[in-house]
């Protein structure tokens, strides 16, 4: 059951983590709010205030508590080439600083 779980999820951030979502500048330059996240906090709401979406906040929980699994995962959405993602980790974890996640707001969808 636990696997077929994990696969689901899996499958889940595959279909959710590249769709980008970025504000716009008035210069017409696109750029993201920087997101962070307190690991261990359980306060999500730096992802709820962006989307009320039950499935956004899983993936983005699943991302940041087990990046061993995605990691694993290639990203196809062309993110590469933009943002210099090579997992699917980096479509929702930019990078860890301590105990401090900066999200990435890809998940968004």
Known sequence: MKKVSL???AC???VTGCSGSKEQHSHGQATAPVLTYEIGSNDW???TAYSPKEKVLE???FAVEHPEVLDYMPCYCGCFEEDGHINNTHC???KVEGNTAILDTMGFG
């Open 7 to 9: 696969t689901l999820i």
């Open 59 to 61: 993936a983005y929980q």
């Open 45 to 47: 709401s730096v992802i």
């Open 92 to 94: 929702f974890v930019q």
């Open 12 to 14: 889940l951030l595959l």
